[in-house]
């Protein structure tokens, strides 16, 4: 019976600090609103090992006053986390304008041990911006290879298949 | 002197700043290192010792030591990517062209290093490794393809003693698939170029990260002494933090 009750009073225990904790994430969130304009994430983020909160999506906050010149809509997106073998990675794009001007990091590998090599650096800061041709004189271009055997070889057998 | 000569089933240029025989001598040495690395490693060629070993032909103990070396270059390569380069082809045979270009190109550099030469080029199919300046006695100056509209370049950038590799899916065709799900094509970015010590590092390491689809920037950027400019499918360009103190405004 004593059992029982010590049972009882560590899960009330820890549920009267989930609520507690619960509010403190909702007060905070409402304190950050009032000071910005970041749309607060719809999920409590749940407690994990991991120190970055696995948001997993913000809705999508087109100003109403901005008409879309680009192929997207104005706004900041965030990504689904996508596990990429030697870790998770999860970006927020930023559109203005209608076009893609920068990609945040907002998870990275970091605590995987056989991540230590590639995550030797801090988060890495990426910027984005549309390609435009440029008149600067060169002495050389580099881009993928512009004649390969194999793909000449493969054409070709696929042709010769194909008659 | 430059002169470019089609090898390796591509266009490789060799510009040696300075005239004369000795100029001429460095630049037939290095076409000649090209020659012997695509009679070696050239997996359309039927004696080559690439083609032998995947028939069976050459023994593991019979193997030459460049075969070797590359073996163990694509190994470790394998290591450091996670997996992600892997010369074994979808049809389970070896192909090494993927490291092999990238280590001729740096070899021939040194080779050029070695006969006294200091200001340089070595360009195959795109892939290049600079030293020193141009004739102008200026930094070189290499352009970025534009993926879309291939006679223009998207970007400029100053190297002094670093390498240059792009990879992409333009011409090929969509030539570089996910080593965890071959009949996967890669196709949200269409190049990736990666600045980096040398050309070797450079050209293996955006093979690699190109196969990695749009993580593979940020894998760029972990490795601490690269850069890479990605470029995907609807033309947006996203670039390392390092990047931009190579680009020519």
Redesign the interface.
């Known amino acids: 019976m004593k059992k029982f009750i010590i049972s009882v009073l560590v899960i009330a225990g820890f549920s009267i600090y989930a609520v507690f904790n619960r509010i403190n994430v909702s007060q905070v969130y409402s304190l950050s609103d009032n000071t910005s304009a970041t749309v607060p994430p719809t999920q409590i983020p749940t407690p994990t090992k991991k120190p970055v909160p696995t948001v997993t999506s913000i809705p999508a906050t087109p100003s109403p006053t901005t008409v879309p010149r680009g192929?997207y809509v104005d706004g900041e997106y965030t990504g689904d986390s996508?596990d990429?073998?030697?870790g998770n990675?999860q970006v927020k794009a930023f559109i203005s304008g209608g076009?893609?001007t920068n990609?945040q990091?907002l998870d990275?590998p970091q605590d995987r041990s056989?991540s230590v090599?590639?995550?030797?650096?801090a988060m890495?800061?990426?910027?984005?911006?549309?390609?435009?041709?440029?008149s600067?004189?060169?002495?050389?271009?580099?881009?993928?290879?512009?004649?390969?055997?194999?793909?000449?070889?493969s054409l070709g057998s696929a042709l010769a298949k194909a008659k | 002197m430059k002169e470019s000569r089609m090898l390796m089933?591509?266009?490789i240029?060799v510009?040696i700043v300075g005239q004369g025989d000795a100029v001429k001598d460095a630049v037939n040495k290095a076409f000649e290192y090209f020659q012997y690395v695509d009679d070696k490693f050239?997996?359309?060629k039927p004696n080559s010792e690439i083609t032998k070993i995947n028939q069976g032909k050459i023994k593991e103990n019979e193997r030459s030591d460049d075969i070797k070396l590359i073996f163990a270059l694509s190994e470790q390569t394998k290591k450091?990517t996670?997996?992600?380069f892997d010369i074994v082809s979808r049809g389970g045979r070896l192909n090494p062209?993927g490291i092999v270009k990238g280590w001729a190109i740096w070899e021939v550099a040194k080779l050029i290093k070695g006969l006294g030469f200091e200001n340089f080029?070595v360009?195959a199919?795109?892939?290049?490794q600079v030293f020193g300046k141009?004739s102008e006695g200026e930094f070189?100056?290499?352009?970025?393809?534009?993926?879309f509209?291939?006679k223009?370049?998207?970007?400029?950038v100053r190297l002094e003693n670093e390498g240059?590799?792009?990879?992409?899916?333009?011409?090929?065709?969509q030539?570089i698939y996910d080593p965890?799900d071959k009949n996967k094509v890669i196709s949200d970015i269409v190049?990736l170029?990666v600045i980096g010590p040398n050309v070797y590092e450079a050209d293996r390491f955006a093979t690699a990260a190109f196969a990695?689809g749009k993580?593979g920037?940020?894998?760029i950027?972990?490795?601490?002494n690269l850069e890479g400019y990605m470029?995907d499918k609807?033309?947006?360009?996203?670039?390392?933090?390092g990047f931009n103190k190579y680009v020519?405004k």
């Not at chain 2, 070189?140 to 993926?147: H, S």
């Open positions: 192929q996508v990429v073998y030697y990675i076009k893609l990609v990091f990275y056989h090599q590639i995550s030797k650096k890495p800061i990426l910027t984005s911006e549309a390609i435009k041709n440029q600067a004189k060169v002495n050389a271009v580099s881009g993928a290879t512009e004649t390969s055997k194999g793909f000449v070889q | 089933g591509m266009p240029t510009e050239s997996v359309f450091e996670n997996g992600y062209s080029f360009d199919g795109g892939d290049i141009n070189w100056r290499i352009g970025i393809k534009n993926p509209d291939q223009n370049i998207v970007k400029a240059i590799a792009t990879s992409g899916t333009y011409i090929r065709g030539h965890f190049g170029s990695m993580s920037l940020a894998f950027a972990s490795r601490g470029i609807d033309g947006i360009a996203t670039m390392t933090e020519i």
